[in-house]
């Protein structure tokens, strides 16, 4: 059988959570499994963070639904709030928290009765200009909210960081300062710090933090790698040798002919490709972990596999073991090279790859 597997260590994501604690002391934590966890199994992860974290965010309502058919019972929040007003039945009926971003959601609650209470966050643009309201505008907001019955009282704040993985961008200094002054004179509780803020933007704690890629082991900062933090890789992308092949001087290897050998050696011949999710556009040089060492990509990824340099004198065989990123080799050192980030690595492994989970044990 091939062997092309992700092997999940639930105890690595404990143990990253409990540092996240540590280093946001005296903050809730909101972990964030929208898109299937990152890529690690939405399910599988918010059932290992359970006893620790207080809080799920999901991006969408069918994300919550599957939590809640899991009979997991924390609270989750929509990060996107409700995409139209029947949205509103499944929030009241599996006890869901909402952000408010733009206007027509806080009309849909207006038009929309029940006799539960809706916990709602504001979302407030301080500079991102992505979703949320204008800073200006929130004590038309608040006084707007406060007139609709179904409401949980008071309402919870909350923002983004747009640069924060840039600890040398002053940009999240004036966000934080900026959302800071809009909001000082409300007494709720706040959010604002996701990874990359947890991090660099002590200020910004609040009530609430916000870990995505943390919690998976993966540092959010340009230049760093997660054992800075203490923080451990979570999923480990693996396969084995398929074959070897002797390659001469001057010979090249994959489609479109993009690496030519510059001495005689032996090529290793990798089963993943970019049908497992490895990015096709990996350029030459990207490091894969092999016996102990980094050994080069070298040609165009495939489909189904892919190849690298073992050397001439190389004493790798078939079945050997590879690692593409891992406790071996960080995500962050793999990425650049296919000039893309960690999310989009660990979101786009495939489903025809073979998902193991180990250390289940739910001890924090």
Not at 37 to 48: E, I, R
Not at 269 to 283: E, K, M, T
């Amino acid at each position: 059988m091939r062997s092309t597997k992700a092997i999940i260590d639930l105890a690595a994501l404990r143990h990253n959570l409990n540092t996240i604690k540590t280093i946001a002391n005296g903050s809730r934590v909101m972990a964030v499994v929208k898109a299937d966890a990152y890529g690690h199994g939405l399910v599988q992860v918010a059932k290992a963070l359970t006893d620790g974290a207080d809080m799920f965010a999901v991006a969408t309502v069918q994300e919550a639904l599957s939590l809640r058919k899991a009979e997991i019972k924390t609270p989750i929040l929509l990060l996107e709030g409700i995409f139209n007003a029947k949205d509103l039945e499944l929030v009241v009926e599996h006890d869901l928290q909402v952000v408010l971003h733009h206007w027509p959601q806080i009309e849909a609650l207006q038009n929309f009765n029940t006799d539960k209470k809706i916990q709602v966050w504001v979302k407030l643009d301080s500079g991102m200009n992505r979703l949320g309201f204008a800073l200006q505008d929130l004590a038309l907001i608040e006084s707007t909210l406060s007139k609709i019955p179904s409401l949980a009282n008071p309402i919870r704040l909350m923002s983004h960081f747009a640069s924060a993985d840039d600890p040398e961008d002053e940009f999240s200094s004036t966000q934080l300062e900026a959302f800071d002054q809009a909001t000082k004179n409300i007494t709720t509780e706040k959010s604002m710090a996701n990874s990359a803020g947890i991090l660099t933007q002590k200020g910004a704690h609040y009530d609430w933090v916000r870990p995505g890629l943390l919690l998976y082991g993966c540092s959010p900062l340009v230049g760093s790698e997660a054992s800075d933090y203490d923080l451990k890789p979570v999923m480990s992308l693996e396969s084995q040798v398929l074959a070897i092949k002797p390659i001469k001087k001057g010979e090249s290897t994959g489609y479109g002919r993009h690496w030519f050998a510059d001495r005689d050696t032996n090529l290793g011949l990798v089963a993943i490709g970019y049908g497992d999710g490895y990015p096709r556009h990996a350029r030459n040089s990207t490091p894969v972990w092999l016996n102990g060492r980094i050994v080069p990509l070298v040609g165009r990824v495939s489909m189904d596999m892919m190849a690298v340099d073992l050397g001439p004198d190389c004493q790798d065989a078939v079945g050997d073991r590879v690692v593409l990123w891992g406790k071996e080799l960080p995500a962050e050192s793999v990425a650049p090279f296919a000039d893309t980030i960690p999310y989009t690595l660990f979101c786009g492994v495939t489903r025809r790859v073979r998902f193991y989970y180990k250390n289940k044990s739910n001890e924090m």
